[in-house]
């Protein structure tokens, strides 16, 4: 599996764009810059979806929201098993709800 590499600048892929909207090919823009045709694409398809020329997708800013959400997510779903956790040793120590094992 080729190793991953570090995001191009937003700069960059701006530029990269405004050359695909002034006409050059994307074919052309791979050969002459290192992203790929298709990473060029997915750029183009990206910064139309943006400023609202096409609608098959999420924008930046709704993928930026999606993925703050998805982590907060995430965080909340731990703390609820740390506090659940706790709750039942707690529990457990108070002798509130008897132990698990069934020794009878």
Same mark, same amino acid.
Do not use: C, N
């Given at each position: ?9 937003? #700069? ?11 006409? +050059? ?14 990473t060029i694409r997915t750029w183009i398809?990206?910064? #139309? ?17 999606? /993925? +703050?959400? +998805?982590?907060?997510? +995430?965080q909340l779903r731990l703390e609820r098993d740390i ?12 002798? /509130?709800?008897?132990?698990?094992? /069934?020794? /009878?």
């Amino acid at each position: 599996m080729p190793k991953s590499r570090a995001p191009y600048p937003a #700069e960059f892929r701006q530029q990269i764009v405004a050359l695909a909207e002034a006409g +050059r090919t994307p074919q052309e823009l791979a050969q002459e810059f290192e992203p790929s045709e298709q990473t060029i694409r997915t750029w183009i398809k990206q910064a #139309e979806i943006d400023v609202g020329k096409r609608h098959d997708g999420p924008t930046s800013d709704e993928k930026r929201e999606i /993925s +703050r959400l +998805r982590k907060e997510v +995430r965080q909340l779903r731990l703390e609820r098993d740390i506090l659940a956790k706790a709750a039942a040793w707690f529990a457990r120590e108070t002798d /509130s709800v008897p132990p698990k094992s /069934s020794s /009878s």
